[in-house]
């Protein structure tokens, strides 16, 4: 196979979405060894990409790069170790940057082969679902007797965390920001949902437990949540953070930085020990890079679990090629709920 030419969105500069990204020609050389190659049919919206489009995402490629994570799409071409099976199969693929194009090159391991559900909720599969699947299954197993806290409740990995912590049988806190995210995230089963734009959210929660202590804090945001977290986990409870989402508020640049950490403060390994809490850090870039095994076994855990049923992807919202700086935009805003998708 020769070079395959295609084209991405390549973001260019840091700044505003609708002055951010450039649509560009993209080649990618023949696929080697257990690479693929997918013709993508739509791609997923991450929020990392977002903090990669305003300079505060420190693993993105450097200017211009073509960021995303996965996509939906059929497999075109493959390296001479790749099951040859694979060709022509729909799949949704995971890739190490490169998904807001229309080909991507990925690994083998990387793709699962789909059926013909829709693109839109088969694209919370990948980075959402997974993140959720690993840290709820994987990393520290929600048990029935828990009582979790979810923040981000109504996002793409919130809305999957509810239902993986139900299925367990567990008890749900979710938190939103909007008024209007509350009826979704109670009617995917939370028992408590606390808007912390109605109050301090660590009061809210105090009256609902009633003297009681969480289990688990599922913590994108991290800042000034992380010390608040951590005075309602009881013992054996854990906080798990997988982002930063408090840092993208910062106005300040460097300024910014320092005080979001001053606000989690200093950790002492003595001190965890002693009150029997614990903290787990989650970055799914560097378990995909080290432990690829991983995404996959989850991958495919969280698709099997989707065609049985057993979870139900929340779509956010559904834009052509052309919108993409919309889809960003809202994204920004805090305002969607779910997984947004744009389609070529």
Not at 89 to 109: N, P, Q, S, W
Not at 200 to 208: M, P, S
Not at 232 to 249: A, H, K, P, T, W
Not at 312 to 319: H, I, S
Request: with cysteine; hydrophobic share 40%; glycine share 10%.
């Amino acid at each position: 196979m020769q070079e395959q030419q295609s084209e991405a969105f390549f973001l260019v500069t840091k700044g505003a979405a609708d002055k951010a990204f450039e649509k560009r020609p993209l080649s990618l050389a023949a696929p080697i060894n257990n690479e693929v190659i997918v013709e993508v049919e739509a791609f997923g919206l991450n929020y990392a990409d977002v903090m990669a489009r305003r300079g505060l995402y420190r693993e993105a490629p450097p200017f211009p790069c073509v960021v995303g994570y996965e996509a939906v799409g059929k497999v075109i071409a493959c390296g001479p170790e790749v099951d040859k099976d694979v060709l022509g199969k729909r799949v949704i693929a995971f890739c190490r940057f490169g998904g807001y194009a229309r080909h991507l090159k990925t690994f083998d391991y990387a793709v699962v082969e789909v059926e013909d559900q829709p693109a839109e909720e088969l694209m919370a599969l990948c980075t959402q679902a997974v993140t959720a699947y690993y840290m709820a299954e994987y990393l520290t197993p929600i048990h029935a007797i828990d009582t979790v806290l979810i923040h981000a409740a109504a996002g793409g990995v919130g809305t999957i965390l509810i239902q993986l912590a139900k299925l367990k049988g567990a008890e749900v806190i979710a938190k939103v920001g909007r008024s209007e995210k509350e009826s979704l995230v109670k009617s995917l089963g939370a028992d408590c949902v606390v808007n912390y734009n109605q109050g301090d959210y660590v009061e809210q929660i105090k009256k609902y437990l009633n003297g009681r202590r969480l289990d688990i804090s599922y913590n994108p945001v991290a800042g000034s949540t992380y010390k608040k977290d951590m005075q309602l986990l009881g013992s054996g409870g854990r906080m798990i953070l997988f982002g930063g989402s408090e840092l993208s508020n910062g106005k300040w640049g460097i300024l910014s930085q320092l005080n979001f950490v001053r606000k989690m403060g200093l950790v002492l390994p003595i001190g965890l020990m002693m009150r029997s809490k614990n903290i787990l850090g989650v970055n799914m870039l560097k378990i995909a890079d080290n432990k690829p095994a991983i995404m996959e076994e989850c991958l495919k855990a969280v698709v099997d679990l989707y065609a049985a049923g057993g979870i139900k992807p929340q779509v956010g919202g559904v834009y052509s090629a052309d919108q993409l700086p919309e889809a960003h935009s809202a994204l920004e805003s805090g305002k969607t709920t779910g997984k947004l998708t744009v389609k070529w």
